[in-house]
Every structure is written in C-alpha cells, then in structure tokens.
Nanobody, 115 residues
Framework: VQLVESGGGLVQPGGSLRLSCAASGLTFSSYVMTWYRQAPGKERELVAIIDSAGGSTNYVDSVKGRFTISRDNAKNTVYLQMNSLEPEDTAVYYC?????????WGQGTQVTVSL
C-alpha cells in the first residue's frame, strides 16, 4: 500500500493550495480517507474526513468554511482544497486511509503560510 501526497509549498496568508493524495495497493473506494496535520512542537491533529463514497465530510473547527475535502474513487485520489490560508495552518499534512483496523499513512507534504 502506498499513499503519496503532493501539492504542498509556500503560500502567502490568504492564499490557496490544493493537496492531493494518490493511493495504490488498496481498494480505495472501500476506505474512509482523512487529512491530518502536524505543526512543529504540536501533536498531529485530524483536519478533515470523508466517507468511502464521498457523501459525508467533517472538519476540525479551525478549518471549517476554508478547507474542503473531496475524493475521486476512479482516480484513487483524495484532495484537500485549502483557501484563506493562515500562518497557523503551517504544518506537515498527511493523508491516512482507514478501513476497520487497517490504516495507512502517507509520507506527508509541507505547507508553509508566510509572507
């Protein structure tokens, strides 16, 4: 199983980024997909979650109204559209696939929000 994140980078406050996580080696459409992030000196936190069909999503309060999680089961990919980025969003972002007791992590992609 492999999860590969991409799309991170340096962006100014108020800017946007779209993260992608391409999955292989698993039945992607069966898995709940999530995005986590970990800022320096802080614990990893769940940012967004989407069910296997893409019909239900949920977000941590700090990103509601700014971030959107989506998935394309035909492409085995989950996305995180991030708008109105703030310096506090600076972190390494990870995707995680969950199916019962099975879970798999990607390697992470750095997002830095700064002038």
């Amino acid at each position: 199983v492999q999860l590969v994140e991409s799309g991170g980078g340096l962006v100014q406050p108020g800017g946007s980024l779209r993260l992608s996580c391409a999955a292989s080696g698993l039945t992607f459409s069966s898995y709940v997909m999530t995005w986590y992030r970990q800022a320096p000196g802080k614990e990893r936190e769940l940012v967004a979650i989407i069910d296997s069909a893409g019909g239900s999503t949920n977000y941590v309060d700090s990103v509601k109204g700014r971030f959107t999680i989506s998935r394309d089961n035909a492409k085995n990919t989950v996305y995180l559209q991030m708008n109105s980025l703030e310096p506090e969003d600076t972190a390494v972002y990870y995707c995680k696939a969950i199916l019962g007791r099975k879970n798999y992590w990607g390697q992470g992609t750095q997002v830095t929000v700064s002038l």
